[in-house]
């Protein structure tokens, strides 16, 4: 139901742009956001959006990342800016939907970010 896109190799202070599309049944999208999960650590959140926009970020992130999202086409997006080797990590998308009536949270395959020194 959920496809992110947009992960790679980057050099410290580069950019990303993370996408994650919503498909199949799905009825409405309340908040949406990303995670990661870096080798050996918990996942953690790096940001949410609701659907009225409403931004939350993690501190690390603060004034690097950006996360927007565009309605019509059920998808959400990560900018991230300033890009550091501790950025390094599994990334993944995440909504909750009504999808065939039922109010539901769902996760995509997860990206990986890597950020080389």
């Known amino acids: 139901q959920l496809q992110a896109s947009g992960g790679g190799l980057v050099q410290a202070g580069g950019s990303l742009r993370l996408a994650c599309a919503a498909s199949?049944?799905?009825?409405?999208?309340?908040?949406m956001g990303w995670y990661r999960q870096a080798p050996g650590k918990q996942r953690e959140l790096v940001a949410t959006i609701t659907s009225g926009g409403t931004t939350n970020y993690t501190d690390s992130v603060k004034g690097r990342f950006t996360i927007s999202r565009d309605n019509a086409k059920n998808t959400v997006y990560l900018q991230m800016n300033s890009l550091k080797p501790e950025d390094t990590a599994v990334y993944y998308c995440?909504?909750?939907?009504?999808?065939?009536?039922?109010?539901?949270?769902?996760w995509g395959q997860g990206t990986l970010v890597t950020v080389s020194s």
């Open positions: 199949g049944s799905v009825f409405s999208i309340g908040d």
């Open positions: 995440n909504a909750k939907m009504v999808v065939r009536g039922v109010w539901d949270d769902y």
